[in-house]
């Protein structure tokens, strides 16, 4: 019982990553991004959609969606603001980008802002070690993907005010998670 | 460094230099026509006299490695490892984001000295601008017939695909990267079968570093002696070093390896960040064991001189680290990170750095005792040697390295109860929150 569908212009886009590959299973974390841009975050019918897409097990999808950090099995806000927290970074002030986020955003690590528009998370390094301290901020909708180094107060703020200003795609409607449960889950 | 040729770093005065115009300019895509009027097996023994060495990390020499390659009927892959995520090293981002077709043209021409007619780039997810700039460079080389079909009219063909991975340090391990590659989890494989023998789609690979194959365009160019005559005996050529910390000018340098340590921080850095002197530094990517400032003035950047003091030349990430910053509070990070990205499939791996991070967490918290420090070593003792891949080993180093170096300052956390040193030092290591 799929009730989530690919758009036509997705499946178009898997098809075409197909042809790259000696089979499809191949092509499972390229999809998983593609759903998940389209779809807002990675639920268990994101999951089954994805295998049908596939022809593969439903369990090997969570496996992977749960085994890479990329994937969000949980809704996130417009924006994913992820601080790298590694050694270089932590160097160069870090723990102060941190602590300055979640004062601003008045959210802890972890959380999303009541108006659903920031999540912040740390993360572990993003090679960009000699520009830190650092952050990547992902659109949920993927229309933003990007680096911002050599971080200041002053340029966190600034980037903060160009985000609230920026739209991000509402993920495609989602039915509420009721009838799947997946094996071993 | 005015006097060693610039194999790599040619491209930095060019504010366009991922574009093929930009390339060509500097004489991109000679190699490859010249490379394909070679017999195969000469483009390998150019790579074989050359003496490059791996540039991902182990050091492994390249013209070796694709020796290996099964010869039998089935299809050869070529695959370029750009998830690069050792802690302190960025030098694969600067290639892939400002000299694509470097890389492209470094495979294409290894693709064919290997028999090889489909390659993947294996990108990490997050490098957004890199994997659009390689996006970019193979529409740009298969529309002026470099790369596609019938290259160049000589009936070779090679077709380059950009794959993307989605956050997992583990799939840079040649073996997770395959796994990856195929769809799976990033979990390595136990050795032997070698990829070179049974590989992504269990069909003979190769695995090498972004860095590796975009030096092999210059080495047809130029001959592999000249570029053996770079460098020192046993570590021919230049390297990319990505420097970190607590210097004045942090960034990606080129420089012949056997160059000394102090020069690279003190030269091409710009020295220490104003009022630091050098406390240690961590010479190639988190995984290594860290030099004391008394080691680093004795150190030059080659596979030998670093083995000679105990240590690796791994990545290249050089990570320069001031006095005032509390290497109990450095552990503490370097252990998080290995224990989050550990893939799970070995206990000593999953359970051991999960205890060491716990421990080493306790003491700079103030909640040391005196037991931790045996305990510790015990627990590195139990993973070194001990696991499917090399991950294991790059989280006990540091640990044992850290201990052996500065157990005093270990030792006076767990006496005073808490952190000696400045809060405004301390490295953060706020709990991972995905
Ligand atoms: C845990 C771990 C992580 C690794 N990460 C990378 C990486 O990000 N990039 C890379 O090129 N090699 C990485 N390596 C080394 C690869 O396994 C492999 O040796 C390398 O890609 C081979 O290329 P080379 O011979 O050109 O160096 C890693 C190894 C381990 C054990
Ligand atoms: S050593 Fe660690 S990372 Fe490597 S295979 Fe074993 S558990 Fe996985
Ligand atoms: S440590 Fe933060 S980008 Fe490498």
Redo the contacts with the bound molecule.
Sequence with gaps: MNVLEFSEARKAEIADLVTKYPNKQAVLLPALHLAQAEFGYVSDEVIHLVAKTLDVAPSLVQEVATFYSLYNRKPVGDYIIQVCQTLSCALRGAESVIRYLEGKLNVHLGETTADGKFTLVAVECLASCGTAPMFQVTARDYSLNAYYENLTEKRIDEILDELRKRPVRQAAQMTPLTTHSLGGH | MADAPRILLDFLDDDRSWTLESYRKRGGYKALEKALKMEPVQIMEEVKASGLR???????P?GM?WSFLAKNDRPKYLVC?A????PGTFK?RLLLERDPHKLIEGMIISAFSLGSKKSYVYLRHEFELGFQRMEQAVNEAEAAGLLGDNILGTGFSHHLVNHRGAGA??C???TGLIESLEGKKGQPRNKPPFPAIQGVFNDPTV????E?LAVVPWLINNGGAAYKAVGTEKSPGTKLFSVSGHVKKPGVYEVPLGYPLMDLIDKECGGMLDGMSLKCCIPGGSSVPVLTAEECARANLDYESMNALGTFLG?GGVIVIGEGTCVVDMLANLSRFYAHESCGQCTPCRDGTNWIHKVVDRIEKGGGRRQDLADLLDLSDNIMGKTI???GD?AAMPVIAFIQKYRHEFEEHIEKGRCPYKPEYAVAHAAAGR
Excluded: M, Q, W
């Design positions: 791996g540039r991902g990390g182990a050091g492994f390249t490695k490892n998830d690069e995520g050792e694969d340090y583990i840079g391990e040649e695995v090498n570093n972004v590796s990545s891949c090399a991950l790059a």
